[in-house]
């Protein structure tokens, strides 16, 4: 089947650590991994994605892992802020990219 | 250009109406998608299209339906609406897989069934 699983469903840091967010995707994921940042009460937004042939990226404070064998992906946020606090999701495109399929969303808390 | 807009932003129905949620975007994508969001479901697909009159179902379909007959617009329609419908919903598009894939988001549609 089509399916994102998402973990943790919450998670609180304290300013200045790191943040964590793990996702595991079913068989028949295509080639592109995104993650989105909603912030309470706007519109999701993407902040970094990766695809199937590229195990790592990374973007200032922000990277994201691929392991294809375990069929997870992994977002790492370094030297977390305040303004970090939001929902983050992770999304896996499913026949032949058309679909866009969605985990159910990790609330960081960053406390100052 | 404005991306992807959403109407109507804010929506109040009694159960067993009807109503037309419309999304139009600007920047002559593809790829167009309807979700809902709710407390601790994330974003769950109800329906997307990969181009015009082209629709296919998404994770939760039922209670809904969808039109493109236009590239720019994509309509969700619910026949009668029910409590179970009480939801956020965003409408999105991309360029899709070949072109670069990043979906963007409207502003979202809060709507209530009472």
């Known amino acids: 089947g089509e399916n994102v699983e998402q973990h943790p469903s919450t998670l609180s840091v304290q300013e200045g650590d790191s943040a964590v967010i793990k996702c595991t995707y079913s068989d028949s994921a295509s080639n592109y991994f995104p993650w989105y940042k909603q912030e309470l009460g706007k519109r999701p937004q993407l902040i970094i994605d990766i695809r199937s042939n590229v195990g790592e990226k990374k973007d200032q404070r922000i990277a994201v892992t691929l392991n294809k064998t375990a069929k997870h992906f992994s977002l790492h946020i370094t030297e977390t802020q305040p303004e970090d606090s939001a929902v983050y999701f992770c999304a896996a495109t499913y026949n032949q990219g058309g679909k866009l399929i969605f985990g159910q969303g990790t609330e960081l808390s960053v406390k100052p | 250009n404005a991306g992807v807009t959403q109407t109507p932003k804010f929506r109040v129905l009694k159960t067993g109406q009807s109503m037309t949620l419309l999304c139009a975007q600007d920047m002559n994508h593809e790829y167009m998608y309807w979700y809902r969001q709710d407390p601790g479901m994330g974003l769950r697909l109800i329906h997307y299209s990969v181009g015009e009159g082209t629709t296919a179902k998404g994770e939760v379909p039922d209670g809904y339906n969808v039109s493109r007959l236009k590239k720019q617009n994509f309509l969700l329609g619910l026949e009668s609406a029910a409590p179970s419908q009480t939801s956020v919903y965003f409408c999105?598009?991309?360029?899709?897989?070949?072109?670069?894939?990043?979906?963007?988001f409207g502003q979202g549609t809060r709507l209530t069934v009472v």
């Open positions: 999105a598009s991309s360029l899709g897989p070949s072109r670069g894939t990043e979906a963007f």
